[in-house]
C-alpha cells in the first residue's frame, strides 16, 4: 500500500512539472495601437502607429472631402473603435475594420492641402484648409521655367573605394556620372545601396575588406528595373548619410564629410491601365516635397534646389481619356515644381515616395472606389462583425520575361476556377512586371499585346486570335442577313393593339420603330388602339413594347390658397375762408363809399365765394367761425374740414385641381372686363383680369413633386376711347417639394404713397401764415399677393 501511495505521489509531482514548463503562446496580432489628431493654430496633425512595421497608404478625395489611411491586413485596437473628433473643419473621424484592414476615414467640410511621413511603424499626417486666395492664386500666378543642366548620366557601376575606419565610415562608389540611387537598412543588419539604371562593369561582384567598420560588400545585378545593389556589412550599424558628386557617390556616418549635392530630375515615366494612371519622377536621391492645389489643380513643390536635366521634356500631354491631361515642370516662387492637369473630371490623386523617386496615381471616382475600396464604415463599425466567406480583390503581382503567352494567360488564372481554352492560331511572348493589380488589367495587357481576343461565358474563358474573332462576328452577321431575306417572305398578319391609359398617337412612332420594313400601322381613334399588318413576330415586338408604355399615368392634385390683402390710409385736411368790409359814406367825395367782400353771405362748408376755397369734400369732421363787428361794417367767415379713411380689404380663395404627371394645369381668380369703344369703332374689347395660376408637376422616381409655377396677377389700367390696357405682376419660378409640402410664393406686391396739395399760388408759400392759403391729402395704398400650393400625389 505504501508503495503504491509513493507511485501516485510521484506521478503527481511529474505531471505539475509538466504543466509548469509549459508555455502559453501567444498569437500576435496586427493593429493600429494609436491614433490621435490636435490643432496647432490653423493646422491639423495626426499621428498614428502599428505594432508593426505595416504599409500604410493615404488618399484624398472630394465629393465629400475626405482623408483616407489605409493598413492593409490589419486590425483595430478596441479602444479606437470609438475614437471621435469633429471641429468646423472636421466633420468626423472614423476607425474601423473591414475585409481588407484596417481603415481610418477622416471626412472634412472643406478642401484642404496635405502632407504626410511615414517612418516604420508611425504615421505622420499633416493638413490645413485651402483659403480662397490659395485657390484662386493660379490665375494671377505667372510660371516661369525651371533650372536646367546638361551632364553626363551614369549607367556604369565601375567599383568601390573604402576609407573608414573603426569610428568612421568613409565609402566612395565610384561611377561614370550622376545616377538616381537609395539606400538603407534592411531587416538582417546589411546596409543596402541601390543604384538604378546602371550595369556592373567592375567585373567584381565581392569586395573584401580587412579594415575599419566595413566587413566586406557583395553586388549585385538585377531587372527589372535595371538596377545594382550593394549589400554592405559592417561590424556595427552606424547612421547613414549619403551625397553624389559627379562620378563619386559617398556614404558617411559623418555629415561634415560629405559634399554639397546637387539633386537632378532625370527622366519621367508614365503608365495608364484603363481608368487607372501612375507617374514615376525619377531623381537622383530622395527629395523633400510639398503638395498643394491650385485652382484645382496638383502642384508637387520641391524643398530642395533641383534642376532639371536638358532632355526631359518640360510639357508632357496624355491620352484624352487619361485621369490627367497633362504635366508641365515649372518654376514656382523660386523652387521647382510639377504642375498637373486633371482631364476635365473628379480626379483622386496619391502622391507617395518610391525608391525610383515621386510615385503619383491618379483615377477617377469609381475606379478609386473598386480599387481602395473606400467602405461605408459607418455600416461596418455598426456590426463589427467580419464577413465570412467574401472573396478579396483579386491582385497580381508577376515578373516574366518572353514566357510563352499561354503559359503567362496559364499563370493569371491559376486557382481562379476557370476553364481555359485557347484557339488556333494563339501564340506569342509576354514580358509583364507588375506589383498588386487586379489580374484583369494584366491580363488585358497581355492580350492586346498579341492581338487577342478573350471570350468568357461563366466560368469558361475561351482566348481567340482577332482573325478568328473577326470571322465570327461576319458569321453572326450572315446569319442576320439571312434571317431578314426569311422576314421579306413571311406572310404578313393583321391584329388590334388597344392603347389603354393614353392616347395611341402618342405611342405611334416608337411602335414604327419595331415594325420591319413591310409592316403598316394605322390608328383607329375610335377604339383608340393601334391596327399593325406585319410579321407575326414584328407585331410580338409591338406587343410587349406597348406593353411597358401603356401604363396608368400618376395624377397629382394641387391644393392652391390664394391671399390678396389690401391696406388704403387717406388723411385730407382743408380750409375756407373770407369776409367783407363796408363803409357806406366817407368824408370825401371819391370814393364816398367803400365795400371789399370776400364773401356772398354763405357762410359753412360748401358755401361759395370764399377768398379761399379749399373744402374737403365729404368730410368726416368740420368748424366753421364767424366774426364781426357791430355796425356790420366788417365780417369774418373761417371754415376748416378734414376726413381720415382707412381700408382694409383681405381675400382668400382656395382652389384644388387634379391633374396627370407631365401636364400643365390652370387656376384662374378673376373676370373678364369688356370695352365697348365710342365712335366707328364698335367692336368690343375683351380684357382677361384677375389671377392666373400655372403649374405643370412632374413626379421624381425618388416621390418628390418638381414644380414648374408661374403666377400673373392682371388688372385693368387706363381706358380711352379706342384702346384699353392691362397692368400685369408675374412670378415665375421652379421648386421640389416632398409629397404633401407646401410652398409659398410672394414678393407679387405693389407701394404707393401720394400727397396733394393744393393752394393759393404764392400766398400758400408764406411761413405760417401760408397755412391759410392751402389744403392738405395724404393717401397710402399696400397691395399684397401671397400663394400656398401643396402638391399631392394620388395614390
Known amino acids: 500500500m505504501k508503495l503504491y501511495i509513493k507511485f501516485l505521489g510521484i506521478l503527481t509531482l511529474l505531471f505539475l512539472f509538466s504543466c509548469a514548463q509549459k508555455t502559453v503562446e501567444v498569437k500576435h496580432v496586427n493593429e493600429i495601437e494609436t491614433f490621435e489628431i490636435f490643432k496647432i493654430n490653423n493646422e491639423y496633425r495626426a499621428e498614428m502607429s502599428t505594432n508593426y512595421k505595416s504599409d500604410i497608404k493615404v488618399f484624398y478625395g472630394k465629393e465629400p472631402y475626405r482623408l483616407i489611411i489605409l493598413v492593409p491586413n490589419c486590425n483595430v485596437s478596441s479602444k479606437l473603435l470609438n475614437y471621435k473628433y469633429n471641429d468646423d473643419n472636421i466633420k468626423s473621424v472614423l476607425i474601423y475594420k473591414d475585409i481588407y484592414g484596417a ?145 563619386y557617390l559617398i556614404l558617411s556616418n559623418n555629415f561634415e564629410k560629405l559634399p554639397n549635392e546637387q539633386k537632378y530630375l532625370v527622366g519621367i515615366e508614365t503608365i495608364s491601365v484603363k481608368n487607372f494612371q501612375s507617374i514615376i519622377v525619377k531623381t537622383t536621391g530622395r527629395v523633400n516635397f510639398v503638395k498643394k492645389i491650385v485652382n484645382g489643380n496638383l502642384l508637387l513643390v520641391f524643398d530642395d534646389n533641383i534642376k532639371i536635366l536638358k532632355k526631359v521634356k518640360n510639357i508632357i500631354s496624355f491620352n484624352e481619356k487619361s485621369p490627367f491631361k497633362y504635366l508641365k515642370i515649372v518654376n514656382y516662387e523660386g523652387k521647382t515644381a510639377i504642375l498637373i492637369v486633371p482631364n476635365g473630371y473628379e480626379v483622386y490623386a496619391n502622391v507617395e515616395t518610391a525608391p525610383e523617386g515621386i510615385l503619383i496615381s491618379g483615377s477617377f471616382e469609381n475606379f478609386s472606389k473598386a480599387t481602395v475600396k473606400f467602405s461605408k464604415g459607418l455600416e461596418l463599425l455598426e ?70 481576343v478573350k471570350i468568357e461565358d461563366d466560368n469558361l474563358v475561351w482566348i481567340i486570335t482577332k482573325q478568328r474573332y473577326a470571322a ?29 391609359f393614353s392616347e395611341a398617337s402618342a405611342f405611334s412612332a416608337i411602335i414604327k420603330s419595331v415594325l420591319s420594313e413591310r409592316g403598316r400601322l394605322e390608328i383607329n381613334s375610335r377604339t383608340n388602339s393601334f391596327v399593325i399588318t406585319d410579321i407575326k413576330s414584328s407585331i410580338d415586338k409591338a406587343r410587349e413594347l406597348l406593353k411597358e408604355l401603356d401604363k396608368k399615368t400618376p395624377q397629382v392634385t394641387i391644393e392652391a390658397r390664394i391671399v390678396e390683402v389690401l391696406d388704403t390710409n387717406n388723411i385730407n385736411l382743408g380750409i375756407q375762408w373770407g369776409g367783407n368790409y363796408n363803409v357806406n359814406s366817407t368824408s370825401i367825395n371819391f370814393p ?178 401760408g397755412a391759410l392759403f392751402r389744403a392738405k391729402s395724404n393717401t397710402a395704398t399696400k397691395k399684397e399677393l401671397l400663394v400656398f400650393i401643396t402638391p399631392k400625389i394620388v395614390e
Open 103 to 247: 481603415s481610418v476615414e477622416i471626412l472634412l467640410n472643406k478642401d484642404i492641402r496635405y502632407k504626410y511621413k511615414i517612418d516604420n511603424n508611425k504615421l505622420l499626417l499633416s493638413f490645413m484648409p485651402i483659403t480662397v486666395e490659395e485657390k484662386e492664386v493660379g490665375k494671377t500666378l505667372n510660371y516661369s521655367e525651371p533650372l536646367t543642366e546638361d551632364i553626363l548620366v551614369g549607367n556604369k557601376f565601375l567599383g568601390i573605394e573604402n576609407s573608414s575606419d573603426y569610428s568612421n565610415l568613409l565609402l566612395k562608389i565610384k561611377l561614370n556620372g550622376v545616377v538616381r540611387y537609395d539606400y538603407g537598412y534592411l531587416d538582417n543588419d546589411y546596409l543596402y545601396v541601390d543604384i538604378f539604371d546602371v550595369k556592373n562593369i567592375s567585373g567584381k561582384k565581392f569586395f573584401s575588406f580587412n579594415n575599419g567598420l566595413v566587413k566586406y560588400v557583395k553586388v549585385g545585378e538585377y531587372y527589372p528595373p535595371q538596377k545594382v545593389r550593394l549589400l554592405i556589412k559592417l561590424i556595427n550599424p552606424v547612421t547613414i548619410f549619403a551625397a553624389q558628386n559627379r562620378n
Open 383 to 452: 456590426s463589427r462583425k467580419d464577413k465570412k466567406n467574401v472573396n478579396k480583390v483579386d491582385l497580381i503581382t508577376l515578373n516574366i520575361k518572353d514566357m510563352d503567352v499561354r503559359e503567362a494567360i496559364k499563370l493569371i488564372y491559376f486557382g481562379r476556377k476557370k476553364n481555359l481554352v485557347f484557339g488556333n492560331g494563339v501564340s506569342g511572348k509576354a514580358t509583364l512586371f507588375v506589383k498588386d493589380i487586379p489580374y484583369t488589367q494584366a491580363l488585358e495587357v497581355i492580350l492586346k499585346e498579341n492581338n487577342l
Open 472 to 500: 465570327m462576328k461576319a458569321e453572326e452577321i450572315n446569319k442576320i442577313k439571312e434571317k431578314e431575306a426569311i422576314r421579306k417572305v413571311e406572310p404578313l398578319v393583321t391584329e388590334t393593339l388597344p392603347v389603354n
Open 592 to 769: 364816398n363809399t367803400i365795400t371789399i367782400n370776400g364773401n356772398t353771405g354763405t357762410t359753412g362748408i360748401g358755401g361759395s365765394g370764399y377768398i379761399v376755397n379749399l373744402p374737403v369734400g365729404t368730410p368726416a369732421g368740420a368748424l366753421a367761425l364767424s366774426l364781426g363787428n357791430l355796425s356790420r361794417t366788417f365780417n369774418l367767415d373761417v371754415a376748416l374740414s378734414a376726413l381720415e379713411s382707412q381700408n382694409k380689404v383681405r381675400t382668400i380663395s382656395s382652389p384644388r385641381i387634379t391633374t396627370l404627371n407631365n401636364q400643365e394645369a390652370e387656376i384662374k381668380s378673376g373676370g373678364t372686363a369688356i370695352i365697348v369703344p365710342t365712335g366707328d369703332n364698335t367692336e368690343t374689347q375683351e380684357v382677361d383680369v384677375g389671377i392666373k395660376l400655372k403649374i405643370k408637376p412632374h413626379i421624381t422616381q425618388n416621390g418628390m413633386v418638381f414644380l414648374d409655377i408661374e403666377v400673373e396677377k392682371s388688372s385693368l389700367g387706363s381706358v380711352t376711347a379706342n384702346t384699353a390696357t392691362t397692368e400685369e405682376k408675374k412670378a415665375k419660378t421652379q421648386v421640389l417639394l416632398e409629397n404633401g409640402e407646401t410652398t409659398v410664393i410672394g414678393g407679387i406686391y405693389e407701394d404707393e404713397k401720394s400727397e396733394v396739395y393744393q393752394g393759393v399760388p404764392f400766398l400758400s408759400k408764406i411761413p405760417i401764415i
